[in-house]
């Protein structure tokens, strides 16, 4: 199961997304976002992309309680494949925590060195090393400074299933 803890004090753990997790995220991700988060650029990309639940993370409580996610997508880049972070989401009463850091960190690592792309503030996650992914484009619009990478190998099609593509466009 890959079990991190966040917080020894409160129990709240982190582990990789399991199928009966869909319920739970849906909810949550439909709490922290709203019903305007289909109209994000970055759900656009999802819609398209696949989901690569092993790289995913959940954070719940002791009792099991989903309390926060962040979901990670195979998507194709320059060529060869890459991975997707986002949505990020924290319930809004366990917010301040350091839940959301500390699913990216479990996320980064169960990315095993792929390369990262996501849509999002520079200052937040620039921690984890991200950068202006700068010569990558989505196929759906985005502000330029919120389109962010994590340097690292792409993942080639033999590791994801996906076939590769030409260009340096998602």
Known sequence: MNVGLVSA???????????????????LVSAVFGPGRRAKSAERVRETAQAAPGHSGIACARGGAVLGVCRMWHLRAGGLNALFLGPLAVAESHRGQGIGAALITWCVAQSAGAAIITVGNLGFFSRWQFVHAEGVALDVPVRAERLLRRPGALLDHAQTGL???????L
């Open 163 to 169: 076939s590769p593509t030409n260009g340096h466009r």
């Open 9 to 27: 004090e409160t129990q709240i753990g982190v582990r990789a997304q399991e199928s009966d997790d869909s319920a739970a995220i849906e909810r």
